[in-house]
T-cell receptor, first 111, second 116 residues
Framework: KAGVTQTPRYLIKTRGQQVTLSCSPI?????VSWYQQTPGQGLQFLFE???????NKGNFPGRFSGRQFSNSRSEMNVSTLELGDSALYLC??????????FGPGTRLTVL | AQSVTQPDIHITVSEGASLELRCNYS??????LFWYVQSPGQGLQLLLK??????LVQGIKGFEAEFKRSQSSFNLRKPSVHWSDAAEYFC??????????????FGKGTLLTVNP
């Protein structure tokens, strides 16, 4: 089976812009979650989706949003980008209780 | 709320030496525990997980971890380290988030350097 794929792998944006990141889960996985990784804060949970419904949300401002489509693919959006949003954004998918499987991440740089 | 502490930010070992990475967690119920490894520029790879049962868990790449409830610990071990094990290691605890799934809370990570 193919692993979790994320596009794009690298992205450079300027402050004030918005960005959309995409995640395709492992085939058959209906749960998708997103994490932000920075050197200072480490890995922080953003949100989790199951069957197009957001089940959990981390402590991030409303500028961070996400959604899941009927084919389980997911997108996350960050509006009005700030310098502090520069990070590696990781997507993970899960079949249920078997564990979360992570993609390679999207490296976002905000200038 | 759950939390994870990895006391060692950076560990250096010689190739062939044994390894133990420490992880302590705080969680009110029986935890789901995980170890992940991240190579530079890569995502996270699951090494092993503990849900219940046998407290000694075997994982991939020759790693194992032992769950000790009395010490709230889930330390990762490997008897003989290879140069390719150099990476950052993350311990995580899972809290139920609905259905059969759970939200992961990660420790800050331990960077492993392997000397030839």
């Amino acid at each position: 089976k193919a692993g979790v794929t994320q596009t794009p792998r690298y992205l450079i944006k300027t402050r004030g812009q918005q960005v959309t990141l995409s995640c395709s889960p492992i085939s058959g996985h209906r749960s998708v979650s997103w994490y932000q990784q920075t050197p200072g804060q480490g890995l922080q949970f953003l949100f989790e989706y199951f069957s197009e419904t957001q089940r959990n949300k981390g402590n991030f401002p409303g500028r961070f949003s996400g959604r899941q489509f009927s084919n389980s693919r997911s997108e996350m959006n960050v509006s009005t980008l700030e310098l502090g949003d520069s990070a590696l954004y990781l997507c993970a998918s899960s079949p249920g209780a078997g564990g979360w499987f992570f993609g390679p991440g999207t490296r976002l740089t905000v200038l | 709320a759950q939390s994870v502490t990895q006391p060692d930010i950076h560990i250096t070992v010689s190739e062939g030496a044994s390894l133990e990475l420490r992880c302590n967690y705080s969680y009110g119920a029986t935890p789901y525990l995980f170890w992940y490894v991240q190579s530079p520029g890569q995502g996270l790879q699951l090494l092993l997980k503990y849900f219940s049962g046998d407290t000694l868990v075997q994982g991939i790449k020759g790693f194992e971890a032992e769950f000790k409830r009395s010490q709230s610990s889930f330390n990762l071990r490997k008897p003989s380290v290879h140069w390719s094990d150099a990476a950052e290691y993350f311990c995580a605890v899972g809290a139920p988030s609905g259905g059969s799934n759970y939200k992961l809370t990660f420790g800050k990570g331990t960077l492993l350097t392997v000397n030839p």
